[in-house]
């Protein structure tokens, strides 16, 4: 599963040694046959700031990818588990957003963790995975880490 971070990436123009990296890396993930997820918040992230920056060319990479592999709907069940993430990771004094925050990180927890069927292991791509340690039973890796 793609977090903003490496779908920003991979949505980039080629020629910038980290978009490259990443669009290598995508292409051998493929190659493994894993299934690879655009999660809808991760997308929103990266589309509302193309948006912002009129970047029409990224916005068209970002079909393309949209195109080539599945995304993935909020479905009840993630925004619940992600409720339930939000309310844990400041109980615990760790929050991962404001506390007036939508907190896109739990969105994207509770996402992981209520994807895929009972022995999938679903992993987030990210660019910084230490958010994601309080989210128990979320696993998350630095993009570039994961074979």
């Given at each position: 599963?793609?977090?903003?971070?490496?779908?920003?990436?991979?949505?980039?123009?080629?020629?910038?040694?980290?978009?490259?990296?990443?669009?290598?890396?995508?292409?051998?993930?493929?190659?493994t046959g894993a299934g690879i997820l655009i999660p809808a918040?991760?997308?929103?992230?990266?589309?509302?700031?193309?948006?912002?920056?009129?970047?029409?060319?990224?916005?068209?990479?970002?079909?393309?990818?949209?195109?080539?592999?599945?995304?993935?709907?909020?479905?009840?069940?993630?925004?619940?588990?992600?409720?339930?993430?939000?309310?844990?990771?400041?109980?615990?004094?760790?929050?991962?957003?404001?506390?007036?925050?939508?907190?896109a990180d739990a969105i994207l927890a509770g996402m992981a963790?209520?994807?895929?069927?009972?022995?999938?292991?679903?992993?987030?791509?990210?660019?910084?995975?230490?958010?994601?340690?309080?989210?128990?039973?979320?696993?998350?890796?630095?993009?570039?880490?994961?074979?």
């Open positions: 599963m793609l977090d903003a971070g490496p779908l920003g990436l991979a949505s980039s123009r080629p020629g910038l040694l980290l978009v490259d990296r990443c669009r290598a890396w995508l292409l051998a993930l493929e190659a918040i991760g997308e929103y992230e990266v589309r509302r700031e193309l948006i912002r920056l009129r970047a029409t060319a990224k916005l068209r990479n970002l079909e393309v990818l949209k195109n080539r592999f599945d995304s993935l709907a909020i479905s009840d069940a993630a925004l619940v588990r992600a409720a339930e993430f939000w309310a844990l990771v400041r109980r615990l004094g760790k929050p991962t957003a404001g506390p007036d925050d939508l907190d963790a209520t994807a895929g069927q009972p022995g999938d292991q679903v992993t987030i791509a990210r660019t910084n995975a230490r958010h994601f340690a309080h989210f128990p039973g979320v696993a998350a890796q630095l993009w570039d880490t994961i074979t």
